[in-house]
């Protein structure tokens, strides 16, 4: 299957690869601060990022999981790398645009598109999940809604290609030859049409 990665897809294969990192095997949280400079720590609260005098910090919530921990790196870097200003001033629409943005960040970070599709998934659903699940430690309910993304990603991009071959097939049928009479009555009837308002 070819696929055109999306801006934010492309971003983020750029970012692994400045990194030096082209597979799952090769991600690891703690390095990839490192190499990013930035501090992690643990605290027993909610996860969230800190960004001072150009020294950046994410404090992961000590309670949850190792893979709700890399999850949370992901959607706390996006706010680090992306993002600007204090949420507690912003205006909510302000801070929810900004949440949702780390969420797609975090997802597309977390399992990246473009190691999805060296690896290559498994045919049926549960199988998948669980490829999901191990290759890039996530959890189970985040390895199904990036595996939906990702679907609907394919599905839109397969649809879009499908569309853009029939334009071509129709333009195709309908290419006029251009000789000069017919360039000269083409240019009379759009002109005609023009100065009667129909165009």
């Known amino acids: 299957m070819t696929y055109k990665l999306t801006p934010l897809e492309n971003d983020i294969k750029n970012l692994y690869l400045s990194m030096g990192i082209q597979r799952p095997d090769q991600v690891d949280m703690d390095d990839i601060a490192f190499k990013l400079d930035i501090w992690i720590h643990e605290w027993k609260f909610k996860s969230r990022a800190r960004s001072f005098k150009g020294m950046h910090s994410i404090l992961l919530d000590s309670r949850i ?4 921990k890399w999850q949370d790196f992901g959607h706390e870097l996006c706010h680090i ?8 001033y912003m205006p909510p629409a302000f801070l929810e645009l900004q949440e949702v943005k780390a969420n797609n960040f975090a997802n597309h970070f977390c399992v990246p598109t473009f190691m999805i599709l060296d690896a290559g998934i498994p045919c049926t659903w549960n199988e998948a999940t669980l490829f999901v699940m191990e290759t890039f430690n996530v959890t189970e309910s985040f390895a199904r809604k990036r595996l939906l993304h990702f679907n609907n990603q394919v599905i839109g991009f397969e649809f879009y290609e499908a ?10 049928k309908f290419t ?21 308002g129909e165009f």
């Open 176 to 196: 006029v030859n251009y000789t000069t009479t017919n360039k000269d009555y083409a240019t009379s009837f759009f002109r005609k049409g023009y100065l009667n």
């Open 65 to 68: 999981s190792d893979q709700e």
């Open 81 to 88: 790398l992306n993002h600007e200003g204090n949420q507690i």
């Open 163 to 172: 569309l853009r071959r029939q334009w071509r097939v129709e333009e195709n």
